[in-house]
């Protein structure tokens, strides 16, 4: 057990740095709120999916944070900014 959350920990903290980094600035609403969404969800899900289940949540939360990769507006200068 001690294994698998010496691997989560290290994702969950990643997704959460992605997403304090850069979706919390341009994705907008409870959208936005995809990686953090998905890094408790494997924090908490690892007793019971062990590794495939946390690679699996991963893959998730990468392709439903690309789903959502909408271009917005900078807020200073009005331009359409891509997130990519």
Do not use: C
Not at 7 to 23: E, M
Not at 45 to 63: E, R
């Amino acid at each position: 057990m001690v294994a698998l959350y010496a691997i989560a920990i290290p994702v969950a903290v990643y997704l959460l740095g992605l997403w304090f980094v850069r979706d919390r600035l341009l994705l907008r609403g409870p959208l936005s709120l995809v990686l953090p969404a998905f890094a408790v969800l494997i924090l908490v899900s690892v007793p019971w999916l062990g590794l495939s289940g946390m690679t699996v949540l991963i893959v998730l939360a990468v392709v439903a944070r690309n789903h959502l990769d909408i271009p917005v507006l900078h807020p200073e200068t009005e331009h359409q900014v891509s997130s990519k």
